[in-house]
């Protein structure tokens, strides 16, 4: 199955798409288009996923325009006469937008057995690749903890995606946060607190930051010492 998952580039960067942003659906196109891609490779790729079940495919029909579409044929392109190529030409438009189309679209299928554990690791692997966020937030900020969460480790309740604890200049840290919207293509929710907040908080078990400490969490650091 492993094989089957992350069996080449191509795959791993369909994967990322697709658990990165589960709401969507694309076509192959628009994959091609977003990631840069052969329609030759992505349809390779498409095909073993949806055969392992982890990809779900859609089929969309449009609406038949015919009768909205004939009119504005009728009123600019007839003659009073009806005769000539004007009529010859209605008639082949008309049949033209009759015609039903179908596309077919692709979406994640979160019933997979592994969908919750493969988006987590495809999310903290978005992460840590993105080392300049890492390094600018250690070195600039040195926060006693970073905590991931809600849409980050699938997990709602939370409220915010990011928790970080210490001394955090704001201006800078909105900079740095932009970067990495940019780069996650979407916007992330953080909360900042100070290590003498997050303490009384937790002593007085805050029913917010109780929510995220007990819930789905992701620690990329804890410097936080044990009191």
Do not use: C, W
């Amino acid at each position: 199955m492993l094989n089957l998952l992350f069996g080449s580039d191509t795959r791993v960067k369909i994967l990322n798409l697709f658990l990165l942003h589960p709401e969507n659906s694309y076509n192959i196109s628009q994959i091609t288009r977003n990631l840069k891609l052969t329609a030759a490779s992505v349809r390779r790729e498409l095909d073993n996923l949806v055969e392992l079940g982890l990809i779900n495919v859609l089929i969309k029909r449009n609406t038949d325009p015919t009768e909205e579409v004939e009119k504005e044929i009728t009123t600019k392109g007839v003659n009073k006469k009806g005769k000539g190529k004007n009529k010859r030409e209605l008639k082949t438009k008309k049949k033209e937008v009759g015609k039903i189309q179908e596309k077919k679209f692709f979406n994640i299928n979160k019933n997979f057995i592994l969908y919750p554990e493969l988006r987590a690791f495809f999310i903290k692997a978005q992460i840590l690749s993105s080392k300049n966020f890492i390094t600018a937030l250690e070195k600039n900020f040195q926060p006693k903890l970073l905590m991931l969460t809600g849409f980050f480790t699938n997990y709602p309740e939370a409220k915010t995606d990011l928790l970080i604890v210490g001394s955090i200049k704001r201006p800078p840290f909105l900079k740095l946060i932009a970067e990495l919207e940019k780069e996650l293509e979407r916007e992330i929710n953080f909360t900042i607190m100070g290590e003498k907040e997050f303490r009384y908080r937790q002593e007085l078990m805050d029913i917010f930051l109780f929510n995220i400490l007990e819930g789905k969490t992701i620690t990329l650091i804890n410097n936080l010492s044990d009191k």
